[in-house]
């Protein structure tokens, strides 16, 4: 499942079009209206792919691939220490995280890095918050314990999710985290213009070919799964997953801890030193207590 603004591959020049032919084929048959939409919202997004300097690091991992339903995941390792696994988010893939890989090394840990099915170089066409959760357990059972999860947007709600599994591991940090599934696939259904009628024939669709109502995808249940001590870290200028999200996850999560950013968004807040240097000092440190902070960004110089 994803956000809307990544919900499907067709490009926007063919929204119209699409939009055109799914009215069709709702007026006349509703139902196979119904699984189009389901199939177009589950579907992956274009494929990124490392390159660079982030390419290159990846180079200097142990890699393997593992099979999971059917698929083939690439799995990076760096490091022999403890195993802190970097999950990217939705349309992302292994090598998003890279920012925080040589400063875990610096401490004496390691970092595991995976595509998810569909994503970076993994086989696999669709993805869904359930099925990224089994996958994240799936690559956990490959690599050993788990020290610490570092995931970023989508990816955290499916390592919280892959918890309720049983997953385990010390403590987490999620990264601008979505709350609400059911929220991105309305606000995306409102984008093909088609009748309402349509909208809980596709819902169901998609609860059958995921096995999970979106109602056990909100924040309280996700984040009661949580039972490890977490940080959720999210900006208040976070355009693709609204600030109220992460604070929702946060205050719902039994041992929760909110970090709030200004002025980063939702993807360079991954390259911010200042929120790498807060998520390495928690997943090296116990959680002292439950509480708030912020961190601000406003000055775009320092970014």
């Known amino acids: 499942m994803q956000p809307p ?7 926007a020049s063919g929204q119209s079009w699409l939009n055109y032919g799914l009215g069709v084929i709702a007026a006349l048959k509703p139902e196979a209206a119904a699984a189009l939409v389901a199939e177009l919202f589950l579907a992956a997004p274009p494929r990124r792919t490392s390159s660079g300097p982030e390419l290159a690091l990846l180079e200097t991992a142990t890699r393997t691939e593992i099979e999971f339903e059917g698929e083939r995941l690439p799995v990076y390792r760096f490091g022999t220490g403890p195993a802190v696994l970097l999950v990217h988010g939705w349309g992302g893939s292994s090598g998003q995280l890279h920012p925080f890989i040589q400063p875990l090394l610096a401490r004496g840990l390691s970092a595991v890095a995976f595509d998810a099915p569909g994503h970076g170089l993994a086989t696999g066409t669709w993805l869904a918050i359930p099925r990224f959760a089994s996958s994240i ?36 940090v999620f990264i601008g985290p979505p709350a609400s599934e059911y929220d991105f696939f309305r606000q995306w259904f409102a984008t093909l213009g088609l009748p309402e009628n349509i909208l809980p024939l596709a819902k169901q669709r998609v609860i ?20 490890w001590p977490l940080l959720v870290i999210h900006d208040r200028d976070d355009r693709e997953v609204p600030y109220v999200d992460g604070a929702e996850i946060a205050a719902a999560a039994p041992n929760g801890q909110l970090l709030t950013t200004q002025g980063l968004g939702h993807r360079r807040i991954l390259r911010d030193p200042r929120v790498i240097q807060a998520s390495l000092d928690f997943v090296a440190d116990p959680l002292a207590h439950k509480g708030s902070s912020q961190l601000s960004a406003s000055n775009p110089a320092l970014l």
């Open 137 to 172: 357990v799936h690559v956990a059972h490959h690599v050993g314990p788990l020290h610490a999860i570092i995931a970023h947007s989508m990816g955290g709600a499916a390592a919280a999710f892959a918890m309720s599994l049983g997953l385990q591991t010390k403590r987490a």
């Open 5 to 11: 603004e990544n919900s499907t591959n067709v490009r």
């Open 208 to 227: 059958d070919r995921v096995g999970v109502t979106f109602e056990r995808l909100r924040p309280q249940p996700i984040a009661a799964d949580v039972r």
